[in-house]
């Protein structure tokens, strides 16, 4: 970019990563925490991942795992493929690892890694420190394409994984030891159209969930999914402008369109050592969703099962051996019901008697943590504080973080319910156990304090925790965090909630920060966050990309509406990827106005505020985005006669709703 005259080009929109965009990914910490792990690339201009390790105490950065050989798209099963397509990765090299922390005789300690496939582990400790080596080879079992999901018994002595549409199990060797052959504990599904052991197509794409089997706590058993596809006629897809022709320029699957069937699956439980398998009973009811699948901490199964509406959410328990089912908690809703990675449970210490779990429910109209406990010998369920909330009223509660029992806090992710603004994301804590005696229900204290938006991870002793923090105006910065002793209790934390205190950590330490070049500095115009009310009455966040005035002037200009507008997906945020909207800096660099819109319908702010599109998808969001238009047209900064619209997914379709439904203020799409 030695001549940059200033447009981004299509070329820059197109290459990734983009600008100041490689923070550490998939963050975690060793058993002991005293080493911190993350993947991340070694260059801005690099897609290929690798593992880094950090010693929380002197902050020494080493490469811990460096894949062997290279990660690209034609070492990778069509299925594989497939799964990281769903999960929005577009990285090379590791794309996953996990610790393991089993008895002694497995290892104290060690990172299992997949590869091109195949899987591998390298010890922490002992003679094996710091050797890669693999555990199980892909071509081993006879069986085409390689591991796909591997995850490790809670013991640490084995690891799962699913080939070829069945679920294998091979033992972790020592150092030293051979590999041991992996073994098939499922059958049936192979050349079947069938599946077991993998997340169906609408359980990846539609609902959050990229996992098809989940081990027991005692690594006994495995609960595993069955997908049976083979009534859905098949598609072919096309790949136009390949160079190859027949079986490499096409690919066929068996894809449920709206409307017509589903795939049908089956909730199953195969003994690890027998190979026996007991299925569940699921209901009367074939076309649902197996929508989660959990065990509790008592090794009591459960799944999450969804109608096709949409509109119930039965939590069920299951008896493994008889496959016998008892509903534990039903939701309703009259619009949709969006699911959540919410559900843990816990014992409290010395008590057996009680499994104690958090569970996620828009019943107030915002996602909120509700406290449950279960008898284990009755099955009684009850909702503690009488059925109020832990969390506050108009939050949106996205992830647990942490939770101590024993010091009686949860820590938690949300976007703090503050309207006036578009939805955040920051560390919040509360007490576990609140008493309404005391005033602590829904009290809460928000621990991340820098204004932007904060996505982390905190350390296993809950008593650090990593923090990527961004904004419109400042690249990702990654910090090791040390909490205070006011937000390490519940007790403590009340009395700073109750006494409207601050706190500040104990120790902030730099990870990892990304650094803006001048060039792109100037070229990437900030974007401005803003809100209007509609006629309707509703408070509308936006973002607006002003062309450089110096060289545009100061409006109006011709409009450019990026739109998405559809459910589950929130535009307008006060982060980074706002700044580096590639497309709409390249449109902005030519001398087009962008405008966003986060219309009815979008996510973050309530199912109230994203329900208004229920049964009236395509009316309700063009009015907001007209609205957002005539907006920006009263600022003098919009050309009315020059308005054009686009979008991806859900966008796309918007954006042809706009040009049909509101000729007079879209011109093209």
């Known amino acids: 970019m030695a001549a940059f005259d200033g447009t981004i080009t299509f070329e820059d929109v197109a290459k990734l990563p983009r ?23 070694t260059s801005e201009d690099d897609l290929s991942r690798q593992l880094f390790s950090m010693d929380v105490n002197t902050m020494q950065e080493t490469i811990y795992v460096a894949p062997p050989g290279a990660d690209t798209e034609e070492n990778l099963s069509l299925e594989e493929k497939l799964r990281r397509e769903r999960q929005r990765l577009m990285a ?31 010890d922490y400790d002992g003679p094996g420190n710091g050797m890669l080596r693999q555990v199980f080879e892909k071509t081993s079992t006879g069986q085409p394409g390689g591991a796909i999901d591997p995850t490790v018994s809670p013991d640490g002595s084995m690891v799962a994984f699913v080939q070829n549409a069945e679920l294998y199990v091979a033992k972790i060797c020592a150092f030293g030891e051979a590999m041991s052959p992996a073994v098939q504990v499922t059958s049936g599904a192979r050349g079947m159209g069938k599946m077991n052991g993998l997340a169906d197509f609408i359980a990846q794409e539609e609902m959050d969930r990229y996992r098809g089997y989940w081990w027991s706590p005692d690594s006994k058993s495995i609960a595993f999914e069955q997908v049976d596809e083979s009534h859905i006629p098949i598609y072919r897809i096309l790949h136009q402008g390949k160079e190859e022709v027949g079986q490499q320029a096409q690919e066929d699957h068996r894809y449920p369109f709206a409307g017509a069937e589903n795939p049908h699956v089956k909730l199953g439980v195969v003994n690890v050592d027998s190979k026996d398998i007991s299925w569940m009973d699921l209901g009367s009811d074939k076309d649902i969703y197996l929508a989660r699948v959990d065990w509790m901490c008592d090794g009591t199964l459960t799944a999450q099962i969804e109608n096709r509406s949409q509109t119930v959410l039965d939590l069920m328990t299951f008896d493994i051996n008889s496959g016998h089912a008892t509903l534990l908690l039903k939701e309703l809703s009259t619009v949709w019901i969006n699911l959540h990675n919410l559900f843990t449970s816990f014992f409290r210490p010395q008590d057996k008697s009680t499994v104690y779990f958090l569970w996620g429910s828009e019943r107030s109209g915002f996602m909120q943590l509700y406290l449950y406990q279960r008898n284990t010998g009755s099955g009684t369920v009850t909702c503690a504080n009488d059925g109020a909330a832990l969390t506050m009223p108009h939050g949106v509660v996205e992830c647990i973080a942490g939770i101590s029992v024993e010091r009686n806090v949860l820590y938690f992710y949300s976007t703090g319910g503050n309207e006036s603004a578009p939805p955040g994301s920051d560390l919040y804590a509360t007490p576990l156990f609140q008493d309404k005696s005391k005033g602590t229900i829904g009290c809460q204290v928000k621990i991340t304090k820098k204004s932007g938006y904060h996505v982390g991870s905190m350390n296993r002793a809950l008593t650090h925790f990593v923090d990527i923090s961004s904004s419109i105006n400042s690249p990702p910065v990654t910090t090791l965090n040390e909490l205070p002793a006011a937000f390490m209790t519940g007790d403590s934390i009340a009395k700073v909630a109750q006494a409207g205190a601050e706190a500040t950590m104990m120790s902030v330490k730099e990870v990892a920060k990304n650094v803006v070049t001048e060039t792109w500095q100037s070229a990437l115009r900030t974007p401005s966050l803003d809100s209007f009310k509609t006629v309707s009455g509703h ?19 011709p409009c450019i509406v990026c739109v998405y507008g559809g459910p589950h997906v929130q535009l307008v945020k006060n982060n980074w990827n706002t700044r580096v909207n590639m ?57 009315a006669n020059r308005i054009g619209v686009y979008g991806w997914s859900y966008g796309g379709y918007m954006s042809l709703m706009c040009l049909m439904q509101a000729p007079e203020v879209f011109h093209v799409a």
């Open 19 to 41: 600008p100041a965009s490689t923070s550490p990914s998939s963050i975690g910490f060793s058993p002991d925490d005293s080493i911190l792990t993350y993947l991340r690339t």
């Open 92 to 122: 090379t090299g590791i794309q996953s690892y996990t610790w393991i922390r089993g008895e002694p005789s497995c290892g104290n300690a060690r990172i299992l890694v997949p590869l091109q496939g195949n899987i591998f582990v390298q």
């Open 539 to 557: 408070e509308l966040h936006a973002a607006v990309y002003q062309p450089d005035p110096a060289k545009w002037g100061d409006g109006p200009y």
């Open 583 to 639: 497309r709409a800096q390249s449109f902005c660099s030519r001398g087009y106005v962008v405008l966003m819109v986060d219309n009815r319908g979008s996510a973050r702010r309530g199912l109230s505020f994203e329900g208004e599109i229920y049964r009236r998808m395509g009316t309700v969001e063009v009015e907001d985005q007209v609205a957002g238009v005539k907006w920006l047209i009263t600022k003098g900064l919009a050309d």
